[in-house]
């Protein structure tokens, strides 16, 4: 009957412990490695979600508060936020870290609707 | 080092001790980066579901009381904010903002619409909307 295991005292069980031992702990150490580089990543990009969020937020509340006229621009977060009129048609325009046009469409009562995003 | 000296097998043993004893160290390190994880993270689910509950406000920029839920208009509709079964809603529909918490509280103060709420021991606040004075 063939041996299912080699004994302890064979020769090499050493090395074959030693190289089983390193190779578990590199798993280990790389799966750890990248899990935490995932995880920071998303987090960061959670960050900057929100920091747009944040930025919009402040930028429709003086919209609403405030009534800029065409040109208007606030400075706010490291960012210059100009607002523009085109007919029915309002597009808040960021400048700073992120560049790009949050553009709304407005009714007659003045509310915004169908919002979209355009690179600048 | 010659084998049959004495002390040869205590140094080995020592040696090997130490060694198992690093490797074991570094190991519960490891185990216990990747356990992190699982706790709560910086930014929970709860701050970005209630920023986009407070960004989807401010595109009217306007929050009502309608019976007793505070209601919002949203593009051509309207949302209500619907505390049910410790879960938060917006209706019409039932778009679940939070969900499964064990208590979830909405109140005003100083002109403040604030949401309370917890789960699993974590408490969790933040300001929805501020109304105009």
């Known amino acids: ?120 | 080092m010659v084998n049959n000296k004495k002390g040869t097998i205590l140094a080995e043993m020592l040696v090997g001790f130490l060694v198992y004893t690093f490797v074991v160290v570094m190991m519960v390190q490891l185990i216990s980066s990747l356990l992190m994880l699982i706790k709560q993270p910086a930014i929970s689910e709860f701050d970005i579901a209630i920023k986009q509950v407070s960004w989807q406000i401010s595109t009217s920029n306007r929050l009502y009381l309608q019976d007793t839920e505070y209601c919002y208009d949203y593009h051509d509709n309207q949302r209500c904010l619907t505390i049910k079964n410790n879960r938060l809603y917006l209706t019409p529909g039932t778009q679940i903002v939070l969900n499964r918490y064990d208590s979830i509280k909405l109140f005003t103060v100083d002109n403040q619409l604030i949401i309370k709420a917890s789960k699993k021991g974590l408490h969790y606040e933040a300001i929805i909307y501020t109304f105009q004075p």
Request: hydrophobic share 40%; net charge negative.
């Open chain 1, 1 to 120: 009957m063939k041996r299912l295991f080699i004994p302890f005292n064979h020769k090499g069980v050493i090395l074959l412990q030693t190289l089983l031992l390193f190779f578990i702990f590199i798993m280990l150490a790389s799966s750890v490695i990248t899990i935490r580089t995932l995880e920071l990543t998303n987090q960061s990009w959670k960050l900057k979600a929100l920091f747009r969020m944040d930025l919009e937020i402040e930028a429709l509340i003086y919209y609403h508060q405030h009534h800029p006229k065409h040109h208007d621009a606030i400075y706010s977060k490291n960012h210059w936020i100009t607002y523009w009129y085109d007919e029915n048609t309002l597009t808040i325009n960021f400048d700073g870290e992120y560049h790009y046009n949050l553009v709304f469409d407005v009714d007659d009562h003045g509310n915004l609707l169908n919002r979209s995003i355009q690179d600048d």
